[in-house]
């Protein structure tokens, strides 16, 4: 199976109170680890990470010499959101992870253009005072939101569901290696 998962964490001005710029770098770095490691690169799983506030932009990837530093201002332009998705194949996976504060109409808007390019959006709560209930209404196809110590979760979930339906799940396993 070939996945493709846009990560797409906000950047918004709202996360520079109560540590939540250091809970997002900390899931950065912990998906950028996650999908670096033999279980997503054998199984054809890619990861494209991008910060999003005004607009989106690819984070690049995690190196030892570089460990990514987000840049938190401004709010979110859902516009931007919106572009991605249009742009993006049909059947597209997107992996938002951030506090919730939209407005009602911008979620309706994402949710209608997720429903129309047949694309899958899962939420993940990230604060202590994020709106889980604002995620998990933009989340496609299953209105469900995730907590940050699941987005591990979340990640493999997107990253390896058919989506089909009546159909078992194809999911690959993890191998256990051997200690000699």
């Known amino acids: 199976m070939n996945s493709k998962v846009y990560v797409i964490l906000d950047t918004s001005a709202s996360f520079k109170t109560d540590g939540k710029d250091a809970l997002q770098n900390n899931l950065l770095v912990t998906l950028m680890s996650a999908t670096a490691k033999d279980f997503y690169i054998d199984n054809n799983a890619e990861a494209v990470f991008l910060s999003w506030n005004k607009v989106l932009v690819e984070i690049e990837p995690l190196t030892d010499e570089y460990l990514p530093d987000l840049t938190f201002t401004s709010r979110v332009n859902i516009n931007s959101m919106l572009q991605l998705v249009i742009d993006s194949d049909e059947g597209s996976r997107f992996l938002l992870l951030s506090d919730g504060v939209f407005d009602e109409e911008e979620t309706k808007e994402l949710q209608e253009m997720l429903k129309e390019k047949n694309s899958y959006l ?14 998990a209404a ?31 799940e194809e999911t690959p396993t993890l191998r256990r290696r051997r200690r000699r």
Do not use: I
Not at 142 to 168: D, G, H, I, W
């Open 138 to 168: 933009m989340a496609y196809p299953r209105k469900y939101c995730y907590k940050t110590e699941n987005v591990l979760t979340a990640l493999r979930e997107l990253s390896f569901r058919t989506f089909l339906p009546n159909k078992q």
């Open 122 to 135: 899962y939420c993940v709560a990230v604060g202590a005072d994020a709106d889980e209930h604002t995620l």
